[in-house]
């Protein structure tokens, strides 16, 4: 008799994306900065299943996320292969790698421009482009795991806001930034995994990206509060960001997708968080208005030019907001916060599972993971898949990244009961 050949990571993940069940459930971990592990927890894995030690690679030092390397994407069956941008949050390179300590005591691989100096509090601070002679972007408190923005706005003048000033960090990709994303394509899809690439410049209003912890000197709107601020008293203003970060992102998309063709399976184009807890941040009229002109250019372009999907992530409480993003254009959904108001896991696959994948979901990483018994976490992962990959259209993931000091036990359970349910042999 003959043993069907099992499928590669990206046959996994295009039929998920397809909404058709797989030979098995799709995992992703480390494939973008909301789908991947803090660098507590990649080396709490790496020695849980005995594989070599050493410094863990910093990839986003925003949230000190670390690299997913082969030998651990291999051993957790992962299904995916990262594409990420040249620079971090921060505005640095990722290269000319140095060995730095973290204050909990890990041994870190950090790129050449992180730069640090002790804060008065304990903490550290970090700078836009490793450039001290700028005020500090970022802050780690003495007992803290990540940074934190600063935020560093300038006093605005209410009668003469410019646009350019919120357009600082937009401008047509480099020819070096190009071939950045190609050499980095090439070596994601020889891996056999499902490509994904975070390419930039489409978040629009994504609060992570509003401080500009990445610019020395930023100008205009820089602060949380005023931002939320502006979208309700400023949204013709803020409509004018969004159309002109648009043009120039597309204009960027083709040169990008010129150059690397259809080796990309899945495109993050924007991270802006649109849920609470319990709630929104906007209305779906809002959402309507200031919004989705601009993720339906994006998503219509891709789609017509390219056989790329396209992934949105919102954590939180936006089911009222699906049905938009899904008339948006937007292909996948993440992290899928089952915990928040209105998001149950049944009744979102019952509405929307065949519309939008959702990527995420699989286990609670405010309070079951990382506090819950490996009991809990078994059961919980078991029943989001059980609903979730019905029919496809599910790829497993957290909901957002793995936080730091996971209990490793929890964190095997996990990867464990993802592996009982596809009927495969537990990672060793």
Request: negative net charge; aromatic residues 10%.
């Amino acid at each position: 008799m003959n043993t069907p050949h099992p499928m590669t990571g990206r046959q996994r993940v295009r039929a998920a994306l397809a909404h058709r069940e797989a030979d098995r459930v799709p995992l992703d971990f480390g494939s973008t900065g909301v789908t991947g592990m803090h660098v507590t927890c990649v080396a709490a894995l790496r020695q849980h299943y005995g594989l070599p030690e050493h410094p863990v690679t910093v990839i986003e030092p925003y949230q000190m996320l670390g690299e997913v390397e082969p030998d651990l994407r291999d051993a957790l069956g992962i299904d995916t292969a990262s594409v990420l941008p040249p620079s971090t949050l921060f505005g640095f390179r990722n290269e000319r790698w140095k060995e730095w300590r973290a204050p909990w005591g890990q041994e870190l691989l950090v790129p050449g421009d992180f730069v640090t100096t002790p804060a008065s509090d304990g903490g550290w601070h970090i700078y836009p482009g490793g450039d001290t002679s700028a005020s500090a972007s970022g802050h780690l408190p003495a007992t803290g795991y990540f940074f934190d923005t600063i935020i560093r706005q300038e006093p605005l003048d209410e009668d003469h806001l410019k646009l350019e000033d919120n357009l600082e960090e937009f401008g047509p990709i480099s020819e070096g930034d190009v071939a950045h994303f190609c050499s980095g394509v090439a070596a994601a899809a020889a891996t056999g995994k499902a490509v994904v690439a975070t390419l930039g410049g489409t978040a629009f209003g994504d609060i992570a990206l509003v401080p500009a912890p990445f610019l020395k000197r930023p100008r205009g709107i820089r602060d949380v509060e005023e931002w939320y601020v502006s979208i309700a008293e400023r949204p013709a203003f803020v409509r004018s960001i969004f159309a002109k970060q648009c043009e120039i992102g597309l204009a960027n998309l083709a040169k990008i997708a010129a150059a690397v063709g259809d080796q990309i399976d899945v495109v993050f184009l924007c991270g802006t968080d649109f849920g609470t807890q319990i709630s929104q941040f906007c209305s779906v009229q809002t959402f309507r208005e200031v919004y989705q002109p601009f993720y339906r250019a994006v998503n219509e372009w891709v789609h017509q030019h390219t056989t790329w999907k396209t992934l949105k992530h919102s954590c939180g409480a936006v089911r009222p907001l699906i049905p938009e993003l899904i008339a948006s254009g937007f292909d996948i959904l993440n992290p899928v916060q089952c915990s928040a108001t209105g998001m149950e896991a049944a009744g979102l696959k019952k509405d929307f599972g065949g519309q939008i994948t959702f990527w995420g979901g699989g286990v609670d990483t405010q309070k079951t993971l990382p506090f819950g018994s490996p009991a809990q976490v078994r059961a919980e992962v078991l029943s989001r898949c059980e609903i979730f990959s019905r029919g496809g259209g599910f790829v497993f993931n957290s909901i957002h990244n793995l936080q730091a000091r996971t209990p490793a036990d929890n964190l095997a359970a996990m990867f464990d009961a993802l592996a009982e349910f596809n009927g495969r042999p537990r990672p060793q």
